[in-house]
């Protein structure tokens, strides 16, 4: 079972550079989210979608664009890349919102140099 | 939003029970108690929820005073694998407030041999 998966694993980037981060669920889940990490700290919820064609903002979404034209996928682009935007970047799935827990995948670490 | 404060780490050694407890002074009425698991490089992993009493699965037990100010997770004799960070979230039934996860610090558990 797939369930939730994230790609690439591992990137470094350029401070101005430009990159997507891919998230992919194989469970028709409605609800996805993607959340950040930095060292030592819990998650930060930056963006979700609660299906295709529809998105909302987080805590902290500055800094990050989303967009969801299918179930399935939910890409998180990074358009200017920051020094503060290095962290380990984890995406979620859950079938709604209030009944069920989110399913995570095992996320990108990505530094911004 | 309901705040839990948590240990910030714990030791312990393999085939002891380990005890976590998490405070919610200000647990709402209709709030479930979620706890997570995130092992090092991994997205957090759901383990158990409960609203009162005491609920057990196959990975640990929850207890949860009548007061349900606070709650504690039992893992019942530890291996090494049990090493992670443990995440208390009160919420609705997804663990969500606000239609979102709040995660803190978490507590460390570093069992040792």
């Known amino acids: 079972n797939a369930g939730v998966t994230q790609t690439p694993k591992f990137r470094i980037l350029k401070i101005g550079q430009s990159m997507t981060l891919q998230c992919a669920q194989d469970m028709n889940h409605n609800y996805m989210y993607w959340y950040r990490q930095d060292p030592g700290m819990g998650l930060k919820l930056i963006y979700y979608s609660v299906g295709a064609g529809i998105t909302d903002k987080g805590e902290v979404p500055n800094g990050y664009n989303v967009s969801r034209s299918t179930t399935e996928d939910f890409p998180l682009r990074l358009e200017l890349a920051a020094p503060s935007q290095t962290s380990v970047y984890f995406c979620?799935?859950?079938?709604?919102?209030?009944?069920?827990?989110?399913?995570f995948g095992d996320g990108t670490r990505l530094s911004i140099l | 939003l309901a705040k839990t404060t948590q240990p910030i780490s714990m030791d312990s050694y393999e085939g002891q029970e380990v005890n976590i407890t998490c405070s919610h002074n200000n647990i709402a009425t209709n709030d479930y108690i979620t706890w997570y698991q995130q092992f090092p490089s991994q997205g957090p992993r759901f383990i158990i929820q409960g609203y009162k009493t005491k609920v057990t699965n196959e990975v640990a037990s929850l207890f949860i005073p009548a007061d349900r100010k606070s709650s504690t997770l039992s893992l019942p004799r530890v291996s090494l694998s049990d090493t992670a960070v443990y995440y208390c979230l009160v919420g609705d039934r997804g663990g969500n407030q606000g239609g979102k996860l709040i995660f803190g610090q978490g507590t460390e558990l570093s069992v040792k041999p």
């Open positions: 979620a799935s859950s079938y709604d919102r209030d009944g069920q827990p989110q399913h």
